[in-house]
């Protein structure tokens, strides 16, 4: 039988961050993944092959909408080719994943292709897909088997017309009605790509806002340039059936003062959220135990009940995000080297990779008023920007939120081109307690998107922002 210092069940950013710092730290590590490629759900129908469609997709609109006042003829009708767009997303996530094998063989990690279950706290068996199952021994184990989409108890997924975000990475058509369940990061993302490519988008949300978890701000806003590029949306619903009529998909749902609404669709995309996923692991054979959720339970230290067992990632409490899973495989990797890592959960920054894209890190106003914390706010319009008229991005703003006594930057929100990098301008600030002033003073590139958080840093910062 194998002996391992480290097993890893889930092969996702979680799973294989942590399987490589391991190595690093001189641990014999294995990991262990269910499908053929490694990456998770991230890497294959994820992270990446999103991304990758919502790159082609702003391509062809650009091309469609914009080139034409850039000064760019095209001869002919531009089109879309589907077929080739997902065969190109299909090529992105083939090299990514390949990528991660490549990393493994460095590493000199042992990866075992199959359903990864435990035996007891130290043995886990791996079962392939022909049936053949074997064992092996870990010290530690580390559970980072993810997340699936969730959908509502009467919603049945039939993956043809009725979808997950999965499903709605390899269509063979562009809709003609997508209806989007769901007015969070997903549906949003993937709703942009076919609002681009041609199909008409209704979102169905049962909040009051979309981006619900984000500062409201920056839901207004969004919805505000959605709405400009055509997008529909129905807030205050709440969904009550969705059937499917041959190639039609009803949706029937009440909004906020009871009336029933019903949509018409050729496609519904469910996106309602992801749930943990722990099917086939066998935890309680370990003796591990799940929540009410579904999720592992674990200390401060990703420790579950089980003193030798971790997990880490969607599987666990906090929010779904690649990069959170990544440290936390770092820092478990590292309380194993005898270690003393720490997460700021704040500093965790999070996303919508729409166009114009949208970044937060640290406390909403919301969140702010409701602990009555005293705070002054800094903010600047994107078009103001030189950079942003000069590439015609003008929608959006950063907002930094700063403490009235000390200053101190307690939360930063944008939306606006590339703010999924910028964000990270406010992490790093805030990771080393910056003042508003602080960053005021930091010298910025001319002209950039940047700019836009020096702006809102000086307008928090006695109201004196320059290029307003």
């Keep these: 039988m194998n002996q391992y210092d480290v097993a890893i069940i889930g092969s996702g950013p979680g799973g294989y961050v942590a399987a490589i710092r391991c190595a690093q730290l001189g641990m014999k ?3 262990i993944e269910k499908y053929g490629t490694l990456g998770g759900t991230c890497l294959n129908v994820g992270c990446i092959p999103s991304k990758a469609l919502l790159d082609s997709s702003h391509h062809y609109e650009d091309a469609v909408k914009h080139f034409e006042e850039h000064g760019i003829d095209i001869p002919g009708e531009v089109k879309v080719n589907l077929g080739q767009m997902i065969n190109r997303k299909q090529g992105v996530v083939d090299q990514t994943t390949k990528g991660i094998q490549f990393l493994m063989d460095k590493n000199k990690i042992d990866v075992f ?16 897909e022909k049936g053949k199952t074997e064992t092996i021994e870990a010290k530690h184990t580390i559970i980072a088997t993810g997340s699936k989409p969730s959908t509502l108890p009467f919603i049945k997924i039939d993956k043809e017309r009725i979808i997950t975000s999965t499903e709605a990475l390899k269509l063979k058509e562009v809709p003609k009605h997508m209806i989007v369940i769901g007015g969070g990061v997903i549906g949003l993302e993937l709703g942009q790509v076919y609002k681009r490519i041609g199909a008409e988008v209704t979102v169905v949300e049962y909040l009051d806002r979309i981006i619900p978890g984000m500062d409201s701000g920056l839901s207004k806003e969004l919805m505000r340039s959605l709405k400009k590029q055509k997008m529909k949306f129905n807030l205050s619903h709440k969904v009550k059936s969705v059937e499917r009529l041959g190639d039609e998909v009803v949706v029937k749902a009440d909004d906020k003062k009871g009336k029933e609404v019903v949509l018409k669709g050729d496609y519904c995309l469910v996106s309602v959220g992801r749930r943990p996923y722990t099917d086939g692991l066998n935890a309680e054979a370990a003796g591990v135990k799940l929540d009410d959720r579904g999720r592992v339970e674990v200390n401060e230290h990703l420790q579950t009940n089980v003193s030798n067992i971790y997990a880490i990632g969607d599987v666990v409490k906090g929010a779904m995000l690649a990069h959170k899973a990544e440290e936390e495989g770092t820092m478990v990797a590292e309380l194993l ?25 640290g406390k909403t106003e919301e969140e702010l008023k409701e602990a009555g914390v005293s705070y002054k706010v800094g903010q600047f319009p994107m078009r103001a920007l030189g950079r942003a008229r000069a590439s015609m991005d003008i929608d959006g703003f950063v907002k930094i939120l700063a403490d009235s006594a000390t200053d101190e930057v307690l939360g930063v929100h944008m939306i606006g081109a590339r703010c999924a990098d910028l964000i990270t301008e406010g992490v790093t600030a805030m990771e080393f307690r910056a003042s508003a002033e602080d960053m005021a003073r930091m010298s910025h590139a001319h002209p950039t998107y940047a700019e836009a958080v020096k702006e809102a840093a000086l307008a928090a910062t006695d109201d004196r922002a320059i290029h307003i």
């Design 337 to 361: 080297a005898g270690q003393k890592p720490h997460i700021d959960y704040n500093l965790i920054p999070g996303v919508v990779y729409t166009w114009p894209e949208v970044a937060a890190v």
């Design 113 to 128: 292709q199959g359903v990864g279950s435990f035996k007891d706290a130290t043995h886990v068996n791996i079962k392939n």
């Design 29 to 31: 590590t294995a990991i």
